[in-house]
DNA sequence: TTGACAGGTTCCGAAAGGGAACTTACCCAT
DNA sequence: ATGGGTAAGTTCCCTTTCGGAACCTGTCAA
């Protein structure tokens, strides 16, 4: 199978990562998230090639996860913002940052803690069903196939 | 930067994408947490080439994602298991799923649908804080940087 | 001895990625 | 007007990875 055939398959796994299953995709969410708007900025956050950034920006524009807004006029110059499709991925982020806070040590000191924006106290990242407030674990889900 | 250079920064997000940030790998984990547990029946299932696939399994062995188990002697065949640390990805997997889901239309159909294993109701995942039970959104969270 | 099965490995050409320099278009200070 | 700075890309070249298909190994069964 070739990458872009995924985004047509029925499973929503692949149709999700047909977005956001490239290498460096969530970490331009990542600083999309944290602030970063501008593509000099970027670049010089990740150390990504220029041209592989470009191409990521393009893709999550025609995706509908980034847009593109000019903000000066001569010359016109743009910055990427997150759209309302690119902020529900943040769970998707928590998630991972969850996992790897948890599985993944650092070799120094991890550089970011989430925290709430009211309280400022950290917070503890877990998936629930909204139904019943329950946390969702491999354990208490399965997945059926529609037929 | 170049790609393995990503697990040894401070950030949780560049650690956790140095496991999974790879094109396949999460497909390949999809499924192995609806059941499939061995190398021809995943070749069959993905349509990645088997030079991939076994570049994969042998990452996530090494990343303790899997465990490989030999099920038979003469000749020794192996078939690959979810360890704790893998099996711990699920939210991230949930969350994946619950974004494409609503942001992803596929072609035709959803394949799959997650349900509840005891009361066989579809769930509805949201990202919860664990000590206020409150739903995590971008709004609510801020990172910050520890010194 | 031929074939099937399972889990790989090997080979090749094609596509994607890394690195660095170049381009465009403007502003500002000398 | 000349040179330097800023921002967002683009272009070039070379290396790495990927996709596709064939081949290998060990065993059993017909």
Redesign the interface.
């Given at each position: 199978?070739k990458?872009d055939e995924l985004?047509?398959?029925?499973?929503?796994?692949?149709?999700?990562?047909?977005?956001?299953?490239?290498?460096w995709t969530?970490?331009v969410l990542?600083d999309c998230?944290?602030g970063i708007r501008r593509f000099e900025a970027m670049q010089a956050r990740?150390?990504?090639t220029r041209h592989v950034l470009a191409d990521r920006l393009r893709k999550l524009e025609a995706d509908?996860v980034l847009r593109r807004e000019a903000y000066q006029e001569r010359p016109t110059r743009y910055e990427y913002r997150?759209t309302e499709?690119g902020?529900?991925?943040?769970?998707?982020?928590?998630?991972?940052?969850?996992?790897?806070?948890?599985?993944?040590p650092?070799?120094?000191?991890?550089?970011?803690?989430?925290?709430?924006?009211?309280t400022g106290?950290r917070?503890?990242?877990?998936?629930?069903?909204?139904?019943?407030?329950r946390p969702?674990?491999?354990?208490?889900?399965?997945?059926?196939?529609?037929a």
């Open positions: 199978m990458w985004k047509d398959q029925s499973c929503p796994v692949a149709r999700g990562l047909s977005v956001i299953g490239d290498r969530l970490m990542r998230f944290l990740l150390g990504i509908g997150l499709k902020k529900a991925l943040y769970p998707v982020l928590v998630a991972l940052i969850g996992w790897a806070e948890d599985h993944v650092p070799e120094g000191e991890t550089a970011i803690t989430l925290v709430s924006r009211e106290e917070i503890e990242p877990v998936l629930t069903d909204a139904r019943t407030g969702i674990t491999h354990r208490d889900v399965t997945a059926v196939r529609n």
